[in-house]
Nanobody, 123 residues
Framework: QVQLVESGGGLVQAGGSLRLSCAAS????????MGWFRQAPGKEREFVSA????????YYTDSVKGRFTISRENTKNTVHLQMNSLKPEDTAVYYC????????????????WGQGTQVTVSS
C-alpha cells in the first residue's frame, strides 16, 4: 500500500501561482510513477500531469502545458506541482496519484489516490 497526502492548495487570484506537494509513504513510494488529477465542480476527474520514478520524463495535459511544472524529490518521497499563470478554469480539487506505470497514471483510475486539496482561482 502507498499513502499519499497533498498540501498547498488555497485561494489565489487569476494570474497567480500555487505549489502543491504530495508526500508518499508506505511501500517503496519513491519508486512509483506519480502524478496529479483534478476534478472541477460538475465535471469528471481529468489527468493533469505525471512524472516517472527517476524524474526524467514528465507529461502534461494540453491545457496546463507551459504553466504547470511537475517535479519530485525521491529522498523525501515527495512530488510537487508548481502552478503558474493560474486561470479560473483551473479551479478544482487536485488529487495526487501513483501507480506502477505512466500509462496507468494517465488512465482514469490510477491505483493510489490522495484525499485531495482544493485550488480556487478567482477572476
Amino acid at each position: 500500500q502507498v499513502q499519499l497526502v497533498e498540501s498547498g492548495g488555497g485561494l489565489v487570484q487569476a494570474g497567480g501561482s500555487l505549489r502543491l506537494s504530495c508526500a508518499a509513504s508506505g511501500r517503496t513510494g519513491s519508486t512509483y510513477p506519480m502524478g496529479w488529477f483534478r476534478q472541477a465542480p460538475g465535471k469528471e476527474r481529468e489527468f493533469v500531469s505525471a512524472i516517472n520514478w527517476s524524474g526524467d520524463n514528465t507529461y502534461y495535459t494540453d491545457s496546463v502545458k507551459g504553466r504547470f511544472t511537475i517535479s519530485r524529490e525521491n529522498t523525501k518521497n515527495t512530488v510537487h506541482l508548481q502552478m503558474n499563470s493560474l486561470k479560473p478554469e483551473d479551479t478544482a480539487v487536485y488529487y495526487c496519484v501513483a501507480d506502477y506505470s505512466i500509462a496507468a497514471i494517465q488512465s482514469t483510475r490510477p491505483r493510489y489516490w490522495g484525499q485531495g486539496t482544493q485550488v480556487t482561482v478567482s477572476s
